[in-house]
């Protein structure tokens, strides 16, 4: 076989009609379409076969990319097909292709092999593939696959995106390692788009960095074999990952086609009939970090009982925790840290099901009814053994918004919640504390027993006043101060040293003593844990 000459095949090649059109669409720069008039033929995923008629050789589109023809006179050599069964192996690896390539509803019989090849920009539009095998694959601009179905899974292990990539409603399939899309390292300059993709195995996105934002809403994220659905430890999205509802009705996804940039960040407006994010299997995001934000608004997680949604160290400005409660699982929180935390009372999961020690956030954004008492119900949720860490982070938050009754409330439910913790005697010491002052967090106790207390023992005293102990020297007989002498254990008002309670009055002036004793006592012990706190 010699090389081309002005053009014209090389010798030996035999082109076929399907070829020999192809051949002079990729000189003119236009679309080789050989779509029936029949649409339910043309759908390459379909059960219909596609003759000799709709067939080319991979080996002879990969010599128009690799080592292609010159252009006709003022037009600019591409590759696009439309409707073109490609049969054999389309084997472009480690190659640079400089021509423009878009393949739209075409089937591939074998593997797409493009590891380390160098593109412009490729578009494989509502294509059918076997496999597509692309590690550290380059383009300069957009790889896009949208509506494309990928029977053996993807592979963009380290492949660089220089603008978008996009996977909008992508079908792939699990390979035999049990992954439908591995892109562990792919780097994205800009935007990530894989909404309401459906994927059979596991998403592998360790260590990707995504330019932009990263979007999967209205996907279903599908792993019944077991372990996690969307595994992405390290993940850094400059901007926002939106695991939420994708609009059907009125989007540009209802009518079959695929913008070509992709579509809206919006929320889906209402009356919009929308597409859940859903996931059956685990999500691992730990490690993460996100400029914007991390979304999960309506998304639906279906998790096992030993699987998990980890978010444990994750970064982000914003976690919008807004989607079902998932019955089995646990969501895990542990070492995140975030400003704002955006949720629902609704949407978090049970006891056992929630765990956040080292949680760190600055304010509450809740949606909804979400009540002090429901809010430590989920602070609970989360410390199936006593740790003091979430209350006093929950505390924190709402002395930041100014709610600072609402703050001493979480403090209390803290102690009392210590209180179940400690042994017999200790316990009973904070349950008198709790009585008498509330730990310290309500002072205004404490005023309110002594005055009882002070009236119940001036009534007292004025019915039974003892005997002086020396009666020529013993002040004027006041049960008010008298009382009140006996209820101060520091201050000395001059009364209880002059008088001599006899039987039931001095068991009375005892009581009183004691009882003054423990409330200054408990009032000093929440003053210092005030003191401490502040």
Partial sequence: MTEPHDGDPPEGLDLTTPEWGMWQAFRNGSTLDLRTPHPQRNDPAGPHAWGPERSVRARVVALL??????????????????????????DLAGGAIDPYV??????????????????????????????????????????????CVVENGIRLTDAHIGTDLLLNQLVVRRDRRGRSITADGLTVAQDFQAEMIESYGELSMRGAQIGVSLSLRGSRLRNPYGGR???????????????????????????????PYGI?????????????????????????????????????????NDQEVSLRRVQTPELRFLGERPEKGRVILSGAKVV????KSVSWPGPGGLAMAGFAYEHLIPRGHFPLSRRLEWVAAATP??????????????????????????????????????????????YLQDWTVAYGYRPGRAAVWMAVLWAVGTVFFTQRPPEAIKPGEAPHWNAFLYTLD????????????????????QWAAAMLIVLGWILATTVAAGASRLLRRQ
């Fill in 385 to 430: 053994e006593y740790s003091p860490d979430p209350y006093e982070m929950l505390a924190t938050a709402l002395r930041t918004s100014g709610e600072d009754a609402d703050a001493r409330e979480v403090l209390l439910a803290k102690q009392r919640r210590r209180r179940e913790t400690l042994p017999v005697g200790a316990k009973l010491w904070g």
């Fill in 264 to 304: 809206s960040a919006s929320t889906p407006t209402r009356g919009t009939r929308i597409q859940r994010f859903e996931c059956e299997g685990g999500v691992r995001l730990d490690d993460g970090r996100f400029g914007d934000a991390i979304d999960f608004e309506q998304a639906r997680f279906t998790l096992e």
């Fill in 65 to 90: 990319l690799l080592n292609g023809p010159s252009p006709q006179p003022g037009r600019v050599a591409a590759l696009k097909l439309n409707g073109v069964h490609i049969t054999g192996t389309l």
């Fill in 340 to 343: 704002n935390l955006v949720d």
């Fill in 486 to 505: 006996l209820l101060l254990p520091v201050i000395d008002l001059g009364q209880d040293s002059y008088w001599r309670p006899d039987g039931l009055a």
């Fill in 229 to 259: 659905a969307l595994n992405a430890p390290q993940l850094t999205v400059e901007r926002t990952l939106y695991l939420t509802a994708a609009g059907v009705s009125g989007s540009p996804f209802s009518n079959g086609t695929t913008p």
């Fill in 102 to 147: 878009e393949m739209r509803n075409c089937r591939f019989e074998q593997e797409l092999l493009l590891p380390e090849a160098r593109f412009s920009t490729l578009r494989l539009v509502g294509c059918a593939v076997p496999r597509i095998e692309a590690a550290r694959l380059h383009t300069e601009g957009d790889l896009h696959l949208p509506r």
